[in-house]
């Protein structure tokens, strides 16, 4: 259903486990910066009303899931702390050309989110597969069915907004390119990392 073209490797589990807290941790922050992508496309493409009115709805559900995971933390006693760098997300972002039309630059962060989503949502099922912590893996079930939402919409849109062809054409280069990332990540006990 993802089209991931390179599935997490098995032992990421592993680390997730043994580091939760950690993972709980960056989960919270991808959850807030999940929340301010959706903002920054409102802020950055006002004229599309379709795709305002479908991210601030977006930005309400990533709070709620930021706040879910927060009230996660605070009952564990783990301080939040402060943000990490996502290299998965770093090394993504490299992908498509700076500049470009608006229409391309609009494509290109839609399918950046999808991807990212649909990344998200790989992990979350194997989270909720995997966990020994009944609680924590019925969590994660949940929002790996928020995820797979999340990514449907955000291709959605890139393709209701950029030319169909193209965007299915790029989608595809994006996905090899991030099965080359992956390669080198699943070592840490990060959500996407």
């Not at 989960?27 to 903002?39: D, F, G, L, N, V």
């Not at 706040?67 to 996660?72: A, E, N, R, S």
Request: overall charge neutral; glycine content about 4%.
């Amino acid at each position: 259903m993802l089209g991931l073209k390179l599935p997490t490797d098995p032992r990421w589990i592993n680390i997730a486990e043994k580091n939760i807290e950690e993972i709980l941790i960056d989960h919270a922050h991808c959850e807030q910066k999940a929340a301010s992508t959706a903002i920054s496309l409102i802020v950055s493409f006002p004229e599309y009303t379709e795709l305002v009115n479908e991210m601030t709805d977006l930005v309400q559900e990533e709070m709620s899931h930021f706040k879910m995971v927060h009230d996660l933390l605070r009952e564990k006693r783990i301080p939040l702390g402060r943000d990490r760098k996502d290299e998965y997300v770093i090394q993504l972002l490299k992908y498509f050309p700076k500049g470009g039309s608006r229409t391309d630059q609009l494509t290109h962060r839609l399918m950046y989110a999808a991807l990212i989503e649909a990344r998200s949502c790989e992990r979350f099922r194997l989270l909720s597969e995997n966990l020994k912590d009944i609680k924590l893996a019925r969590f994660y079930r949940k929002l790996m069915i928020s995820e797979a939402g999340h990514y449907t919409l955000f291709l959605k849109l890139a393709r209701q907004y950029g030319d169909e062809e193209v965007v299915n054409k790029k989608w595809k280069l994006l996905l090899d390119f991030e099965a080359d990332i992956m390669k080198n990540l699943s070592k840490k006990e990060s959500i996407h990392g």
